[in-house]
């Protein structure tokens, strides 16, 4: 495979920081929300197309080379996905809600658990070890105190050894399971759907922007809703303040009703 050129990539990157910039985002958790319309979906399209036809090649060999769990798709390296996640592409969505959800892995089936418990173990002594000692050398602690915290690692690596040969010697009795319940991850979430059916949930992306394509329905209200036809008609004077003259006619029922109002008096 030869040098890659990336200009046309480098380019639709860009076109795409221009494209989302002119519409309103929102963060859920640690993702950014954008709701667009028809014109920024069709631009979308194109970069997509361009893309396709510039780097299909490289996109088809890396993803032959590229091996993902549980069988999903890579995201092709110079493809509009790697970009931005477009969730809607083909209609827009009429209604739509984010939400904050919460994962972790639980494994229950006994022999699986029992073939883990070791390497579980060095999986822990690893994370309390390296990692502890890089976040002590990036904030700079003293030697002294490293070593120090270090000792009271080593401690505590005693102790978790002795629960592993405790639990494996009397597996049989005791009812084992593997579970990141305490140390979940939150990820930012979609439920999206068209002229009132629910469409997929999806899960928004923290490393790309995520666009959502958006239009409410004609008759999503009554069209003799009176406060429709008000705003249809009125002039929003700032933030939630909004006016229109009064018409001859309804000067006059006014009046009318005021007159009213004050002989019941």
């Not at 002294?144 to 401690?155: G, L, T, Y």
């Not at 003259?245 to 002989?263: A, D, I, Q, V, Y």
Request: net charge neutral.
């Amino acid at each position: 495979m030869g040098t890659i050129d990336t200009s046309i990539y480098d380019d639709a990157r860009k076109d795409v920081e221009d494209i989302l910039k002119s519409y309103p985002s929102l963060l859920v958790h640690e993702a950014t929300l954008y709701i667009v319309d028809k014109q920024a979906i069709d631009k979308l399209k194109d970069i997509e197309r361009l893309l396709v036809m510039e780097y299909s090649q490289y996109s088809a060999e890396h993803e032959a080379s590229t091996l993902k769990k549980k069988g999903r798709p890579p995201v092709e390296k110079y493809s509009l996905a790697s970009i931005v996640k477009v969730i809607n592409f083909d209609e827009a969505c009429n209604a739509y809600q984010t939400y904050i959800s919460e994962s972790w892995k639980q494994v229950n089936n006994r022999e699986k658990v029992k073939s883990r418990i070791d390497a579980e173990f060095d999986k822990h002594k690893n994370k309390l070890r390296k990692f502890t000692k890089k976040k002590l050398e990036e904030k700079g602690v003293s030697k002294d105190i490293q070593a120090e915290i270090e000792r009271s690692i080593e401690k505590e690596l005693k102790e978790a050894e002795k629960e592993r040969d405790y639990i494996l010697a009397n597996f049989d009795k005791l009812d084992v399971r593997i579970s990141t319940y305490f140390e979940r991850v939150k990820y930012a979430g979609l439920s999206w759907f068209i002229k009132g059916e629910k469409q997929m949930n999806v899960n928004l992306r923290k490393e790309v922007p995520n666009v959502l394509w958006f239009e409410e329905l004609e008759n999503r209200v009554r069209k003799d809703n009176k406060l429709v036809k008000f705003l249809s008609e009125a002039k929003r004077a700032y933030g939630d303040v909004f006016y229109r003259p009064f018409t001859e006619e309804e000067l006059r029922e006014l009046k009318e009703k005021e007159e009213l109002e004050n002989g019941e008096r």
